[in-house]
């Protein structure tokens, strides 16, 4: 039983350093396995954070690349909106050259228009006075200035029935209203002279035949009827010879009225 219990302690006494030193070695393992680990997660997070930073500047390059893919395509555009501002530009520039040139050739074709209208609606050119003509009108003429103011009167309205368009016609309507006042036939001479200022307003025997008028009414006692005449006369054909003998009869009216007040 001794020997027994002096075997065990013997054993004992024997494992009990190689239990030490297993347990020493176990606690260094640990140690050890406590420093890789440390050192592990020190690398995994220094290598995350590299593997961060390199996706951050991978994620820089490529937004750097977007960035200058953008810019190109806005300077693509940009000179795609010059082109097409230029087009416009040259677009509204011929637009308005032609609207311009249009234009001048609608003026042009509504002057011609115009022009060739109011040709149409002058009378033609009096043709000069054939020789039957003024040989029909010097015969009436003649009658005037004999004093045959009957046979005057009655020669140049034949004239007027033979050459109603003749260029003499105005002179041949005025003689007729001469020989009337003549003949102290007031009324006609009137009516005569009025007949040539209604049909030939522009020929030079229309102020003439005006004065006649005036001086018809004078003849008549109708002095204010006279005085419009004549004022009409100035109003109408101021630079007129008779416009000017228009003014001086005027005043030779205006005087005895002056005198009776």
Known sequence: MKRRLAAAVALAALAAPAAAQGLFDDNVARQRIAELR????????????????????????????????????????????EVMQHQAETAERRGKELYLDIDTRLRKLEQAREQAAAQAEKPPAEAS????????????????????????ISAFQGFLVTYPTSKLAPSAQYWIGNAHFAQRDYKQAIAAQQKLVAAWPEDAKAPDAMLNIASSQ????????????????????????????????????????????
């Open 218 to 261: 004078e003849a008549l006692g109708d002095r204010r009827g006279a005085q419009k005449t004549l004022q009409d006369l100035i109003a109408r054909y101021p630079n007129s010879p008779a416009a000017a003998s228009a003014r001086q009869r005027l005043q030779a009216l205006a005087q005895p009225a002056t005198k009776k007040r």
């Open 129 to 152: 006075p054939t020789a039957a003509e003024t040989k029909a009108y010097e015969a009436a003429l003649n009658q005037f200035k004999l004093g045959n103011y009957a046979l005057a």
């Open 38 to 81: 440390k050192q592990v997660e020190a690398a995994n997070k220094a290598f995350e954070e590299r593997l961060a930073k390199l996706e951050d500047r991978s994620a820089l390059i490529e937004l750097a690349g977007q960035i200058e893919a953008l810019r190109a395509e806005i300077a693509r555009l940009r000179g795609q909106l």
